[in-house]
């Protein structure tokens, strides 16, 4: 019964690799929204998605390309991978609002490790 | 741009005792949310408090507690009766301005409860 759910939990691989992360959630939420957070722990939005629909892109390499097939699901596909991109990335969504006063609700993240 | 600053990057309390960690932030805005998350070392983000920033009342939840001040920009979190299971990094976030609930992150606090 895991709300957002996201994999894989640990994702270690080399430079130049392409890897994708998946997200799904069950609690009926129409934006998701992928956070990267570095090495020292600071949390960055990268992408906001509302209803499938790309709302919020943070400036991200391009080699990031995040795709919603439906309103309950996000995943991250990153290209040509670098040594800079080791983090842990976090998926989140919420219900939208203009008000904002929907809190975020996480994944548990994915800690990726480039070497 | 919107700012967060949390100026304790990290606190130590004795259990059962009672610890205040502070953020202050900079924003246009008149209305809006803040959070405060809580990630312990399992790595999840937790949703600890949430404050409307149109309500003067100050948000408490259990042995969580805000003290908001609107003019000064400041939303501390109290902590009462400090337990083992509060070690955590805290994270403060008030939502970014039109972004349908997007939230800016501070730094965070890397509370200790020590026995």
């Known amino acids: 019964d895991t709300a957002v759910s996201q994999t894989p939990k640990y994702l270690v691989t080399q430079m130049g690799n392409d890897k994708s992360i998946k997200c799904e959630q069950n609690?009926?939420?129409?934006?998701m929204y992928w956070y990267k957070q570095d090495s020292k722990k600071f949390l960055k939005i990268m992408f906001s998605?509302?209803?499938?629909?790309?709302?919020i892109n943070e400036t991200v390499p391009n080699r990031f390309s995040p795709k919603s097939p439906d309103k309950a699901h996000l995943n991250l596909h990153i290209n040509s991978l670098e040594l800079g991109d080791s983090a842990v990335y976090f998926c989140?969504?919420?219900?939208?609002?203009?008000?904002?006063?929907?809190?975020?609700?996480f994944g548990n993240g994915t800690r990726l490790t480039v070497t | 741009a919107q700012t967060v600053t949390q100026s304790q990057p990290e606190m130590s309390v004795q259990e059962a005792e009672t610890v205040t960690l502070s953020c202050t932030y900079d924003?246009?805005?008149?209305?809006?949310?803040l959070f405060w998350y809580k990630q312990p070392p399992s790595r999840q983000m937790i949703l600890v408090i949430r404050?409307?920033?149109?309500?003067?009342q100050n948000a408490t939840e259990n042995r969580f507690s805000v003290n908001f001040q609107k003019a000064a920009k400041s939303f501390s979190l109290k902590i009462s009766d400090s337990q083992l299971g509060d070690t955590a990094m805290y994270f403060c976030?008030?939502?970014?301005?039109?972004?349908?609930?997007?939230?800016?992150f501070g730094k965070g606090t890397k509370l200790s409860v020590k026995p």
């Open positions: 989140a969504s919420s219900q939208s609002s203009v008000s904002g006063n929907s809190p975020l609700h």
């Open positions: 609690l009926g939420h129409d934006t």
């Open positions: 998605y509302n209803n499938k629909e790309l709302i």
């Open positions: 924003t246009s805005e008149s209305n809006y949310y």
């Open positions: 404050q409307e920033a149109y309500k003067q």
């Open positions: 976030a008030p939502t970014r301005p039109g972004s349908q609930g997007n939230l800016i």
